[in-house]
């Protein structure tokens, strides 16, 4: 029963990645201009961004928890660096990205607060500070735009500039994506929040600092979203109030997808980073098998519970059961 | 023992607060406005927040029940885009109300199936949900909108009872009581807080939990329905983004009204005086021309406020009675 081949593990991801490469093999037949270079560069692009988005958001969901408020601190960040370099149009690339750090960081650091220190639910603290930040630049810009040739040069320059025929915006992800990895597998904190989202009591008797690491987790998820704010409003070369509006939730379903365990405990980096060409591939392939942007939304809602009834098929047998029939509810909102 | 005593006065406390942070509201409305307090005036301002209380009210149900449903805000966008699209082929004002009904409903009968079918969690469901129902709008309707409803539609939504209560108030407090019936009243709302405060503790004691869970989610998509119905026939036209944000701010609510979000605890009055407090504080922000955004901002602050004050007190409380004791 437990040999379920969908559920969580090496299995999984192998089986998911033939699913990518499927796809990827059918729409290329259906439409051979998806395999071009330039298509497959804004891919890859694209893809870097949300997967560096969904390894960050695995973070939380690995301990029961959730960030929601990525995308609203993605927009805060990228409108407040936007704005900089548009009154400083010389400002250098390091100090756009460590400012977008800074405050990524403190908006991160508040979500920390209320969740680590206060014991309030992630959902909530993170649904309501969502609103807050996007009010926030929304406050911030008065509303206005920051169009393309407001920005400096250099700004622009970085995100997109390459190395070895690739955008840095790839090596970047590469980077810190590759990091977390280390980070999860190889690391004795990384190992202590799968231990915390596993089995929390046990967690705490063994001598893990459940406060400690929570308030890391959003930490790292707003030091992410600073970083991929910058790099997301310079990729496009436009801020606005609503950048990256409901972006939340594609980076929940690449975890979804990837086999991520939304009870906390169980995820690889490599099956996020699956999760995420998944959806990646059929967003960048909707408009050139000529079917209307519009379907994005459905499709990601539809793939998101196809994946949580399958995922939940290997999740069903953990721990003994006592009661077969009926078994209550397990914990909606983890703390 | 005593601590049971102490919580209710607690929850007492909180009520008593809201009906204070209520008065402090209209005062300062009422200096903002010499029109506030005109009749006429006070009942339009429900309008704002009459739908949006009903599916409230609903909500208090699952919260109370340790679930959560995030999707309602897409599910009366999907209602209304059926009332508009069954519109164009000439239904009635009363066929459209049954269907906006009909549609929410089964949405929701599909969370709860989904949720207790596949023992997933309520949250992760209707994440998955709160794109597909919107997203069915945005296959529908794209960048267009449904404009052309019958011709008495909008007295559902813009008509009163003696030219002074909106219908849809009068809607919303009918359900208030009956929804106060059901959960103080009744075997149901007992089983509620009983598997609220402990699913297992309750599934051994023969309440069948998951039957609850799906009914409330189904009731949850039924006020969905009613709800678009509603803003529907006040607006008078459906767009696939309408009703954004309702979902946070219906949470928000009812967390405000003292329902603990993680389950188990809350009252019925307490919920109908948050939604008095934030519509009276919607409507304040309107007559001193804040913008809407803005609105969202206070909304996540006090969603915020509303969980972490009861949490700091008690840790203040606890701290004190450490060093009083020590």
């Known amino acids: 029963m437990s040999k379920s081949p969908l559920k969580t593990g090496p299995n999984r991801d192998v089986i998911l990645g033939l699913i990518v490469a499927a796809l990827l093999v059918l729409i290329a037949i259906r439409a051979p201009v998806f395999m071009s270079s330039g298509s497959l560069d804004t891919l890859v692009t694209d893809g870097a961004l949300l997967g560096m988005m969904a390894v960050a958001q695995m973070l939380p969901i690995l301990t029961g928890g959730i960030d929601l408020s990525m995308p609203a601190n993605m927009a805060f960040t990228g409108m407040a660096t936007a704005l900089l370099s548009k009154a400083h149009p010389a400002m250098p690339v390091l100090a756009t990205v460590a400012i977008a750090l800074a405050i990524g960081l403190v908006l991160g650091a508040f979500n920390g607060c209320f969740i680590a220190y206060l014991g309030i639910p992630p959902i909530v603290v993170t649904l309501g500070t969502m609103s807050i930040y996007r009010g926030a630049v929304f406050m911030l810009s008065r509303g206005a735009w920051v169009n393309a040739q407001d920005f400096g040069k250099p700004y622009l320059a970085f995100p997109m500039g390459r190395l070895l025929g690739l955008t840095h915006i790839f090596w970047i992800a590469a980077l810190l994506i590759a990091a977390a990895y280390v980070f999860l597998n190889h690391m004795q904190k990384g190992r202590e929040l799968y231990a915390l989202g596993g089995n929390p009591p046990a967690a705490k008797y063994v001598g893990i600092n459940n406060t400690h690491n929570k308030m890391l987790i959003y930490l790292l998820t707003g030091l992410a979203s600073g970083l991929c704010g910058y790099l997301w409003v310079a990729r496009y070369a436009i ?10 939730l594609q980076t929940v379903a690449a975890c979804v997808i990837g086999g991520v365990s939304i009870a906390g405990g169980r995820g690889s980096v490599p099956g996020t980073l699956l999760g995420a060409a998944f959806l990646v591939i059929i967003f960048n392939a909707l408009p050139i098998i000529n079917v209307s942007p519009f379907w994005q939304m ?13 995922n939940s098929r290997g999740e069903r047998s953990q721990g003994k059961v006592i009661l077969e029939p009926e078994r209550g509810t397990s914990a909606k909102v983890a703390s | 023992m005593n601590r049971t ?8 406390r909180w009520e008593t607060i809201l009906v204070l942070i209520l008065l402090a509201i209209c005062f300062v409305n009422s200096l903002a406005s010499p029109y506030f307090l005109n009749p006429h005036n006070l009942f339009d301002s429900t309008q704002s927040f009459s739908e949006k209380a009903m599916i409230v009210l609903s909500m208090t149900l699952v919260i109370i029940g340790r679930d959560i449903d995030l999707s309602v805000a897409s599910n009366v966008a999907l209602c209304s885009t059926a009332m508009g699209w069954l519109a164009l082929h000439g239904l009635p004002t009363s066929a459209l109300l049954l269907a906006s009904i009909l549609v929410g409903t089964a949405a ?5 199936l989904v949720i207790t079918r596949f023992r997933v969690p ?6 998955g949900t709160l794109s597909l129902f919107r997203g069915i709008a945005y296959i529908v309707l794209g960048d267009q909108a449904f404009t052309r409803y019958p011709a008495n539609f ?8 003696f030219n002074l209560i909106p219908y849809e108030f009068l809607v919303f407090m009918g359900l208030a009581a009956a929804f106060y019936v059901l959960l103080h009243r009744t075997v149901i709302g007992r089983n509620l807080f ?14 069948q939990v998951n039957r609850y869970r799906f009914w409330f989610f189904t009731l949850n998509g039924a006020m969905c329905g009613l709800a678009a119905a509603f803003l529907t026939s006040r607006i008078g036209a459906t767009r696939p983004n309408m009703a954004q944000g309702w979902d946070m701010e219906a949470i928000a609510m009812v967390v405000l009204g003292g329902v603990s979000i993680m389950g188990g605890s809350g009252t019925l009055l307490g919920v109908l005086l948050s939604v008095f407090v934030m519509g009276m504080l919607t409507f304040g922000l309107g007559l001193i021309n804040i913008p809407g955004i803005m609105m969202t901002v206070v909304v996540g602050f006090l969603l915020i406020g509303a969980i972490a004050t009861p949490i700091v007190a008690r840790k203040l409380s606890d701290w004190r009675r450490e060093r009083a004791g020590a």
């Open chain 2, 108 to 112: 929701g009968m599909f969370n709860g």
């Open chain 1, 239 to 248: 801020a606005y109030t609503e950048i990256a509006l409901g972006f939340e």
């Open chain 2, 194 to 207: 009983a598997y609220g405060n402990n699913p297992d503790a309750a599934l051994y004691s023969g309440i």
């Open chain 2, 5 to 12: 005593v102490s919580r209710w006065a607690f929850l007492k």
């Open chain 2, 154 to 161: 909008s007295e559902l939504g813009q008509g009163y009872l």
């Open chain 2, 122 to 127: 309520a949250i992760v469901v209707t994440i």
């Open chain 1, 298 to 310: 459905a499709i990601s809602g539809t793939v998101v519970l196809a994946a949580v009834i399958i």
